[in-house]
């Protein structure tokens, strides 16, 4: 059986999620978490099958779930929670059939792959920009030089958020990370996020009720127009966009550079043919170190699964970097190997709720990775030791110090 | 007289996010694996079937005219 203390918020887990969670995936893929009174799925048929399978795991975890948060948070806090799970409701991501298909549909024709294609030239623009600022330093932070940047400026500008709060708006971003973290006092900067964007939203939304545009706050706010969203869901969900519209792409940025950087023969072949290695690339960048390394639900019914009995209302989480690991799934998974195919990744996840921003990631994905290979072929990690920020759900490094001649 | 479409899905790209299932019941149906099948491609209108292939999010729905072999999407 497991012989590593069985907690997900440990340093271990957070600097090395694939230890814990592959020895996990080997012993016990449908594992009770006695600590955190959970469900924790390892195995990639198995998390497939359950993002497929929709109407037996609730996304409605904020607003279903009666237990105390976890890891636990200060008592005084409690009333904050409330505040967090009501905030939280209201994602769209947070609903299921039928009120989440209606949701869905809203934003779902704004992000389809052809629509997507036609950002690619702002995408290069962009990053050949960010890559022209930090060119004659030969070194720079990719987190805070490109791969923060890059996805910021990409959704502000889908979203009509002027350029000069775009800093504000990444300063709010960061407190709404605290969601998924471990401290007992993260309450406060979260809430303090949530209250942030708010206040921010609020006046642009109103002023695309009156002038809608172009952009995708005007979607999201057709959406109240068309009785789907209220007001407060309106709010939550631009404010959700923004965060996860960049966040989870800076982490494929960051965690793809460094996959390269850690295998120099792989990076010596994607030099050799970038245009042509760019979509498989990306791929295996998106399997090998995957931006989000978990996503929880609530059973709905009482499911068997692997000899378990998950009951009704039990928490589950399933753990992407393990599945995207799995030796069932992949050939020699452990292997960062640019030139898989077929490469079904879950890195998106599956299913009605497979990630509504998988073709923007992948196209700014392709286009960092291309550019530079093409302008810092020598490129190469300045430092000994790295350091991921302590979440359950995104695999984030605080930064990336690179350099080249 | 409409004409007639041939249109399937990729398997190795669907992900059963099922928003073709959604906007088209009559043409598109999830099998027993959650992955969308083309049941019927007199189902619906040749535009509703185009749309309902620009929406699918991975890019898995082909269109092809069945008499001439043309591709009409992607």
């Known amino acids: 059986m497991v012989t590593l203390p069985d907690d997900m918020f440990t340093a271990d887990v957070m600097a090395n999620p694939y230890a814990y969670y592959g020895s996990l995936r080997e012993a016990d893929p449908v594992h009770w978490n006695e600590l955190y009174d959970l469900w924790v799925i390892t195995r990639h048929d198995d998390v497939v099958w359950m993002t497929r399978h929709h109407?037996?795991?609730?996304?409605?975890v904020f607003r279903n779930d009666p237990r105390a948060a976890y890891p636990a948070i200060d008592e005084s806090d409690l009333g904050l929670y409330e505040y967090v799970r009501d905030y939280q409701a209201d994602q769209f991501i947070q609903h299921d059939r039928p009120e989440h298909l209606e949701m869905r549909k809203i934003v779902h024709t704004y992000f389809t792959p052809r629509a997507m294609e036609t950002w690619r030239p702002f995408v290069q623009k962009a990053v050949q920009e960010l890559l022209?600022?930090?060119?004659?330093?030969?070194?720079?932070?990719?987190?805070?030089?490109?791969?923060?940047?890059?996805?910021?400026?990409?959704?502000?500008?889908?979203?009509?958020?002027?350029?000069?709060?775009?800093?504000?708006?990444?300063?709010?971003?960061?407190k709404l990370l605290y969601i998924a973290r471990g401290e007992h006092d993260r309450m406060k900067p979260l809430t303090e996020g949530m209250q942030g964007?708010?206040?921010?939203?609020?006046?642009?939304?109103?002023?695309?009720?009156?002038?809608?545009?172009?952009?995708?706050?005007?979607v999201l706010a057709s959406g109240e127009k068309k009785g789907v969203f209220t007001r407060h869901q309106v709010l939550v969900n631009t404010s959700l966009l923004l965060l996860a519209g960049h966040e989870t792409t800076i982490n494929l940025l960051c965690n793809g550079t460094l996959a390269f950087m850690r295998h120099p023969e792989q990076w010596a072949l994607f030099k050799q043919d970038r245009?042509?290695?760019?979509?498989?690339?990306?791929?295996?960048?998106?399997?090998?170190?995957?931006?989000?390394?978990?996503?929880?639900?609530?059973?709905?019914?009482?499911?068997?699964?692997?000899g378990k009995t998950m009951r009704k209302d039990d928490r589950i989480r399933w753990f992407i970097s393990s599945a995207n690991r799995d030796p069932e799934a992949f050939v020699d998974p452990e292997r960062f190997d640019i030139t898989r195919d077929p490469n079904p990744h879950v890195a998106f996840g599956s299913g009605v709720h497979h990630c509504l921003g998988a073709t923007l990631a992948r196209v700014e994905g392709q286009e960092v990775f291309k550019a530079l290979a093409e302008r810092f072929p020598s490129l190469h990690v300045e430092t000994e030791t790295l350091e991921y920020q302590p979440s359950i759900t995104f695999r984030?490094?605080?930064?990336?110090?690179?350099?080249?001649s | 007289m409409a004409r007639p479409l041939r249109v399937w899905v990729d398997h190795h790209r669907c992900v059963g996010n099922a928003m073709c299932e959604a906007l088209l019941p009559a043409v598109?149906?999830?099998?027993?694996?959650?992955?969308?099948?083309?049941?019927?491609?007199?189902?619906?209108?040749?535009?509703?079937?185009?749309?309902?292939?620009?929406?699918?999010?991975?890019?898995?729905?082909?269109?092809?005219?069945?008499?001439?072999?043309?591709?009409?999407?992607?």
């Open chain 1, 55 to 60: 109407e037996l795991f609730s996304n409605a």
């Open chain 1, 132 to 174: 022209d600022a930090v060119e004659d330093h030969g070194h720079m932070d990719v987190m805070k030089d490109l791969a923060t940047p890059l996805p910021v400026l990409v959704i502000a500008q889908m979203m009509g958020v002027p350029p000069a709060d775009r800093s504000h708006v990444r300063k709010l971003a960061e």
């Open chain 1, 197 to 218: 964007m708010i206040d921010y939203v609020s006046p642009l939304v109103e002023e695309r009720l009156v002038n809608p545009g172009d952009d995708f706050i005007s």
């Open chain 1, 275 to 306: 245009e042509g290695l760019a979509q498989r690339a990306t791929e295996e960048c998106l399997r090998y170190d995957p931006p989000v390394k978990s996503l929880q639900r609530l059973a709905t019914r009482d499911v068997d699964l692997r």
């Open chain 1, 396 to 404: 984030s490094l605080k930064s990336l110090p690179v350099a080249w």
């Open chain 2, 28 to 74: 598109f149906r999830l099998n027993a694996n959650r992955q969308s099948e083309a049941i019927d491609p007199a189902g619906d209108a040749e535009a509703k079937i185009l749309e309902a292939a620009e929406n699918c999010p991975v890019s898995a729905i082909f269109v092809e005219d069945a008499q001439t072999g043309t591709r009409l999407f992607p």
